[in-house]
């Protein structure tokens, strides 16, 4: 992905995720930002997903996809 596009399918999805958030559907959220991170083609766009899903993906498997995201900024 070159440069940020609303209608790239894994930013709708991310987009989408967080619109459930907020309306308080974490499980829903968490299913949409896994499909982003399937979708996902890439190192930025791997990262950029593993930190949406690891920030409401509960113990261990969440501390994973965090790393992704933190491995992906160093």
Known sequence: MTGFSPT????????????????????????????????????YEKWLTAFFVGRIQPGAEGLYYLEIALQGML
């Open 8 to 43: 790239h399918p894994m930013i709708k999805n991310c987009l989408t995720g967080i619109l459930e958030e907020e309306k308080g559907h974490k499980l829903e959220a968490l299913a949409i930002y896994m499909k982003a991170y399937q979708q996902a083609e890439g190192d």
